[in-house]
């Protein structure tokens, strides 16, 4: 047995052995919606922040993470930054107001703060998204799969890859439920966790030490925040137009947010996200060092190849192998959840128009078919990206940026205001909608990019992120003004939250909320200051 037949044992095994217990885990609870779609509630904080930091943390942020980091050096780790701060303010402002709603899909706060158009419209928006970022997820896994193994990256590679990945993510996320999902996300945060920092460690011992990573590579790539004019990260496109987009995802990300409403209780569910927070910090160890180790070893080079490069040269026979599994674990982590999500989103929200009257366990068995087939749509399309002249990160920021905008536009003034309704609501949805596909096909697809006016084409697209914002604003309120105030019903989900005098003895500090989240933002603001 060869070098690379050990590796690729290594990673059958896991691949089979995590089937397995995923399949095993949610063997119970995926009958009734309450227990597929949300795992019966029944998540504590750990899970929680496990399951958030491993869906948010998909294999695009160690292959095209690390190649961005390549390119824009500490500045790549800037959507992870901001990302976990924003994480924990929705912890603050939103998660008490759904869960208090007791809703199974995030669209369904707009059927309660809008209409049930809105809630669909909102729908359709994540079904775009999904449809254009499930190829593209496993496109990413057969890329790090080929890579390791040496071999082409053609088209039918690519194929067979994506649909090994696709049986294995696919077959306990779409049997199993959220369950599943969020146990199974547990066991892989360690997986790649482990994996990620042996890179890093390796790398920086290969280039002769952090100091001689810091030389070699140049000060200027250990400053988060790069000048304007910069081709890769500007600051000006970090503030405001990143910190937006980290905002809307993490306030209305149906992927995300929905283990935080299988969780136990408000308590659970805010503590997880803030732990999920806490994880993303350590982005700067896991894709950003070994994009500057890359840079160095390997200048010159496809950036989004060099984390598969130094998994292949810089480690042993079978621990590669693992590291490889690590990151396949982080790939499946993120595509399990969004299959569990549009499941959900699908059967819980559009198929309810076809079968008002469904039973539960149709219900469950529409996600389970919708799931299917959006995996086959994804192992069909994946060879697309072989012809993408844009960073994998790149392209992920910009499909997830502007298809989230619109609607977090509405959940924002929605959350604060009590005079937009649901026809601004419905406008600004579908103007989301129309615009937002066309930017990203546009500004991606190199043969359209030309028709483009100049200055949009040449500006960062988070230069374009806070124009779209302030045009969906501009809608949001326009048309809500010249129409009917919202009903006392549709106010009634964001009325203000009594709490309760705390039963029981008080908690010590170090177990307590609040002492948690001032020890994160004192983190939070030391990263910015260092670097």
Request: charged content about 10%; glycine content about 10%.
């Amino acid at each position: 047995m060869n070098d690379r037949s050990i590796d690729l044992v290594v990673v059958a095994l896991y691949l089979v052995g995590i089937t397995i217990y995923g399949l095993w885990v949610g063997r119970k609870d995926n009958q009734s919606k309450e227990g597929y779609y949300l795992g019966g509630r029944s998540f504590n904080w750990t899970l929680v922040g496990f399951s958030l930091f491993a869906t948010n943390i998909s294999i695009g942020a160690f292959i095209g993470g690390s190649g961005l980091a390549y390119q824009a050096g500490f500045a790549a780790i800037i959507p992870e930054i901001n990302g976990g701060l924003m994480l924990v303010v929705s912890a603050v402002v939103f998660m008490p107001v759904f869960l208090r709603s007791k809703i199974f899909t995030i669209p369904q706060f707009l059927q309660l703060r809008f209409n049930t158009a809105s809630k669909l419209l909102f729908s359709g928006l994540f079904v775009c998204q999904n449809i254009l970022l499930m190829p593209l997820g496993l496109y990413t896994g057969a890329l790090a799969a080929l890579g390791l193994f040496g071999w082409e990256f053609t088209s039918q590679n690519i194929t067979l890859a994506a649909l090994t990945i696709a049986c294995t993510v696919g077959l306990y996320a779409t049997i199993g439920g959220l369950k599943s999902v969020v146990v199974t996300d547990a066991v892989q945060v360690i997986i790649m966790l482990v994996g990620g920092i042996t890179v890093a460690v390796v790398g920086v011992i290969k280039v002769g030490g952090f100091g001689a990573l810091y030389t070699a590579a140049g000060p200027e790539q250990f400053e988060m925040l790069r000048p304007r004019g910069d081709p890769h990260f500007p600051w000006d496109a970090a503030f405001p137009g990143q910190m937006m987009h980290a905002a809307f995802y993490a306030f209305c990300n149906i992927a995300l947010l929905q283990r935080a409403l299988g969780s136990k209780d408000l308590e659970n569910a805010q503590k997880g996200m803030l732990f999920g927070a806490f994880l993303k910090l350590g982005g700067i160890l896991l894709f950003t060092i070994p994009g500057l180790v890359a840079l160095v070893m390997y200048p010159g080079v496809k950036p989004d190849t060099t984390y598969a490069m130094m998994v292949r040269d810089f480690l042993p026979v079978g621990i590669s192998g693992l590291v490889l599994a690590g990151l396949l674990a982080a790939m499946m982590s993120s595509q399990d959840s969004s299959i569990n999500a549009i499941a959900g989103l699908v059967a819980l929200d559009i198929w309810p128009l076809v079968r008002p009257q469904a039973s539960e366990r149709e219900a469950v068995l529409v996600g389970k078919t919708y799931s299917a087939c959006t995996l086959l749509w994804g192992v069909l399309a994946a060879p697309l990206f072989l012809s993408a002249d844009q960073g994998i990160y790149t392209i992920v920021l910009k499909v997830t940026g502007f298809m989230i905008l619109p609607t977090g536009v509405c959940y924002l003034w929605g959350r604060f205001s009590r005079r937009v309704n649901g026809a601004g609501a419905v406008a600004t949805l579908a103007a989301g909608l129309v615009l937002g596909l066309t930017y990203i096909m546009f500004s991606t697809i190199p043969e359209l990019r030309p028709h483009l006016p100049t200055l949009i084409a040449d500006a960062h697209f988070y230069h374009i992120y806070p124009v779209f914002f302030i045009i969906f604003t501009v809608i949001l309120y326009g048309v809500s003004a010249v129409t009917a105030p919202p009903t006392a019903a549709n106010l009634e989900c964001i009325q203000p939250i009594m709490t309760e005098a705390p039963v029981g003895p008080v908690l010590p500090w170090y177990r307590r909320f609040k002492s948690w989240l001032i020890l994160y933002l004192i983190c939070f603001c030391a990263v910015y200051i260092i670097f």
